[in-house]
């Protein structure tokens, strides 16, 4: 019988092998440790700058900025941080403050947009490049090193493909299950997903209005069923879209297209269980209509670890929470495995 250690020796090494012959170049050898945390954590965008006020607490002999990153987002109190390379110190803050412009520090609030979209593709786009990696993080810190602007992970197969630096590439986006689509770095935008100058045409579910592209992704983020948005600057009109119409792709100049929840981590969610204890607030069915919704209320509010969306509507609670069956409801959490 093959040891479990053999086995995972096995696993890790098979796929290099195999395509040995191919050209192809395999990546996850030259991966940080600790950037392999950093998708798991919805939070990667700090900036040259420290926070002078609202410490909370400090930590020294940090090693890395996403140590640091991993601190405030496990934190139940804490609202940012910032990280002082040069003297490896991590200061956590109670809420954002004032900022002031540092080259050793990195600011970052707890929680910003996530780069990263699941089950879908950049289709019909030429590769720049091609890599193998064995985790979606291991590709991402490829893309950052390469300088890419999009790369496109295959769960199965482990392929990274990297794409060409275009205009416009936001417009190729396509639902495919099995496939996710990062961006190089999108900071502190929600939008990095958005296709300016494109429209949805097709079906539509439901026509409003709304201030932006953004606000209008938020609108079809808590509408069920919606799978897409289009928006008319000139108007206003926000148009909410069932998935066939990314088959319905057309270049209008001032319109936005896009999925929504664009900068939301991937869900870790169960059915049937409610949270219990730690709570922080409610919402009412008729203001928040979806579980996607709960969970965009849970990422903007720093204090909440776990929420729940039900037929009594949408409860977000701290990190003491804990989950109890309850049919007919969902419970989530921010940060997968906490």
Not at 187 to 201: I, V
Not at 256 to 267: E, H
């Amino acid at each position: 019988m093959v040891s479990k250690r053999v086995q995972t020796a096995l696993a890790v090494l098979l796929p290099g092998l195999l395509l040995a012959k191919s050209g192809v170049q395999r990546v996850d050898a030259q991966v940080d440790a600790e950037d392999l945390l950093r998708l798991n954590i919805p939070n990667d965008c700090p900036v040259q700058q420290e926070q002078t006020n609202f410490q909370m607490a400090e930590f020294t002999g940090v090693p890395f900025n996403a140590t640091c990153q991993r601190y405030c987002a496990e934190h139940p109190e804490c609202a940012a941080f910032t990280y002082h390379a040069d003297s490896r110190r991590c200061v956590l803050h109670s809420r954002t403050g004032n900022l002031a412009e540092k080259a050793t520090a990195r600011f970052s609030r707890k929680r910003c947009p996530t780069c990263l979209l699941d089950n879908f593709n950049v289709a019909d786009t030429e590769d720049d490049y091609l890599v193998i990696a064995m985790t979606v993080q291991g590709c991402a810190s490829e893309c950052r090193t390469r300088g890419c602007n999009f790369y496109v992970y295959d769960k199965e197969s482990k392929k990274c493909h990297f794409k060409r630096h275009r205009d416009g590439i936001q417009s190729a986006i396509r639902p495919q299950q099995g496939l996710q689509v990062g961006f190089h770095n999108c900071r502190n935008t929600d939008s990095w997903c958005f296709a300016p100058n494109h429209t949805l045409q097709g079906e539509t579910l439901k026509t409003t209005t709304a201030s932006g592209p953004l606000h209008c992704s938020e609108i079809c983020l808590n509408h069920a069923g919606c799978a897409a948005f289009s928006f008319d600057v000139g108007s206003k009109a926000c148009h909410l879209k069932p998935a066939s119409a990314f088959d319905h792709v057309a270049p209008q100049n001032g319109s936005f297209f896009g999925p929504p929840g664009c900068g939301l981590p991937q869900a870790c969610e169960t059915q049937g269980k409610r949270r219990a204890g730690d709570f922080l607030m409610s919402f009412s069915p008729n203001s928040i209509k979806t579980n996607k919704g709960c969970q965009r209320r849970c990422q903007e509010n720093h204090r909440c670890f776990h929420y729940s969306f039900g037929p009594e509507g949408c409860f977000l609670h701290g990190l003491g929470s804990v989950a109890e069956d309850v049919e007919g409801y969902i419970s989530g959490d921010t940060n997968c495995g906490i």
